[in-house]
């Protein structure tokens, strides 16, 4: 059972864009979602990460957007550079990220020049 | 702090054989997981510690896989019998309790591939 839907699958983005992944969860009792970014070779590293408590949140370049009633958030990459292709997870959790973490089935982001 | 150490990189195995990976987790950590990556499936939960004690293993696919914890300090996940389908990135997270902010620290993963 997939609880944590991501899309796209895959994403090239200009330099200077937006990047925009959305994943939709469907347990009512996640409370914790975080985004984790994974380079080739390496393991995932958490990036950014919210409750929904807020709609928003945002940390330089990267902002998660929430929105508890559709349950959807989404991750947005402004003014995207290569250095950012990557693979992003997005994922959630329960008692605010003290409960293992589903993840999301990843998006391939690559920035072109 | 050398960050959450896993061994071998890489493995290529027989079918039939048995295999065993290891993580050593960061020290004060007391969650330890383990995942499964593949392109199909992206990242599977397998099974996670706490405290040196399975909490769910829900995730592992069959008798076939096993881990343990005997120590704070080390953790194995072995297959066996290894098959084809095992091939993928198996990788080992830790993160300390209350720290959730902070979120898992993952290892370089083992890629594992049964020929």
């Known amino acids: 059972q997939q609880q944590v839907k991501q899309s796209p699958q895959s994403l090239i983005v200009q330099k200077g864009g937006i990047s925009i992944i959305n994943c939709a969860y469907e347990?009512?009792?996640?409370?914790?979602f975080p985004w984790y970014q994974q380079f080739p070779g390496k393991g995932p590293a958490l990036l950014i990460a919210i409750r929904p408590d807020v709609s928003e949140k945002k940390e330089g370049r990267f902002t998660i957007s929430f929105n508890k009633s559709a349950k959807q958030f989404s991750l947005h990459i402004m003014d995207s550079q290569p250095g950012d292709s990557a693979t992003y997870f997005c994922a959630a959790s329960m008692a605010f990220g003290n409960e293992k973490l589903t993840f999301g089935t990843g998006t391939r982001l690559t920035i072109i020049p | 702090d050398a960050g959450v150490i896993q061994s071998p990189r890489h493995e290529v195995t027989e079918m039939g054989q048995e295999v065993t990976l290891r993580c050593k987790p960061i020290s004060g950590h007391d969650y330890l997981f383990w995942y499964r990556q593949t392109m199909m499936r992206g990242l599977e939960l397998l099974i996670y510690?706490?405290?040196?004690?399975?909490?769910?293993d829900s995730g592992m696919p069959e008798d076939r896989f096993s881990a343990k914890m005997p120590n704070a300090s080390f953790s194995t996940l072995k297959i066996q019998p290894s098959e084809p389908r095992d091939s993928a990135v198996y990788f080992c997270?830790?993160?300390?309790?209350?720290?959730?902010?902070?979120?898992?620290?993952f290892g370089s993963g083992t890629r594992l591939t049964v020929v």
């Open positions: 510690f706490n405290n040196n004690v399975p909490i769910d």
């Open positions: 997270a830790s993160r300390q309790k209350g720290t959730a902010n902070y979120g898992y620290t």
């Open positions: 347990n009512t009792a996640f409370d914790y």
